[in-house]
């Protein structure tokens, strides 16, 4: 079956990094994208890796290894408007949009 | 530009009765609109896939006749919940995109409606 796997839950500090992992089986795969959530809100888009590697966006990077199913998301220089909850998912050979349950990211001052 | 709009943006029903909630592409034309549902703490539902002018594709366990969808033009489709019940309470999230694939697509605000 098709599935997604990451941390229920993180806490980190305002001013560090985190790394949000995520691990994925589906039937083919197109790509892995991370969404941000907060509360009471529609996901916005925050990356798309289809290649191996690391693909960096301002404070936020995404990494991915298609031999190892996996992905993370790195966060840096943390703001408390950070904290939200961060969707992986993963799009399968029918571009369908498989995803897991978030990682709630809590961060203290 | 890629907004997403939808209405309402959170709605209170009697059991038994119909809601219908929009969800427009603003400012591009959306050849497919997707459907999700998410309850609390859990993740994003896929409930339907709509391609203008043709019936939705609705996930397995999805109930076509209660979760009636139209996708009548390239900027709207709507998601009409008939004969409410309490646990069809959730936030509804709708997204819209130019192609088959999901990778260009782009969420709207979400509706929450409450059953009472």
């Known amino acids: 079956g098709q599935n997604i796997d990451q941390p229920t839950e993180m806490t980190a500090t305002e001013g560090a990094i985190v790394q949000i992992n995520c691990t994925y089986q589906?039937?083919?795969?197109?790509?892995l994208f991370w969404y941000q959530q907060h509360a009471g809100e529609a996901p916005t888009f925050l990356s798309y890796?289809?290649l191996d590697g690391l693909e960096e966006k301002g404070r936020f990077s995404s990494f991915l290894s298609r031999s190892k199913g996996y992905s993370y998301l790195l966060l840096k220089e943390l703001q408390m408007k950070d904290s939200a909850s961060y969707l992986c998912?993963?799009?399968?050979?029918?571009?369908?949009?498989?995803w897991g349950a978030g990682t709630k990211l809590i961060i203290k001052p | 530009g890629a907004v997403v709009s939808q209405h309402p943006s959170w709605v209170i029903c009697k059991s038994g009765t119909s809601v219908k909630i929009e969800c427009r592409s603003l400012?591009?034309?959306?050849?497919?609109m997707f459907w999700y549902r998410q309850f609390p703490k859990q993740s994003l539902m896929l409930m339907a896939t709509?391609?203008?002018?043709?019936?939705?594709?609705?996930e397995q366990g999805v109930e076509k006749d209660k979760f009636l969808i139209n996708h009548a033009s390239l900027t709207l489709s709507t998601l009409t919940v008939t004969s409410a019940h309490p646990e069809d309470s959730s936030f509804y999230i709708c997204?819209?995109?130019?192609?088959?694939?999901?990778?260009?697509?782009?969420f709207g605000p979400g509706t929450r409606l409450t059953v009472t």
């Open positions: 400012d591009f034309q959306a050849t497919t």
């Open positions: 997204s819209a995109g130019w192609t088959k694939s999901s990778y260009e697509q782009y």
């Open positions: 890796n289809v």
């Open positions: 709509s391609n203008e002018g043709s019936k939705a594709t609705y």
């Open positions: 998912a993963a799009m399968d050979s029918n571009y369908q949009l498989i």
């Open positions: 589906t039937s083919g795969f197109n790509g």
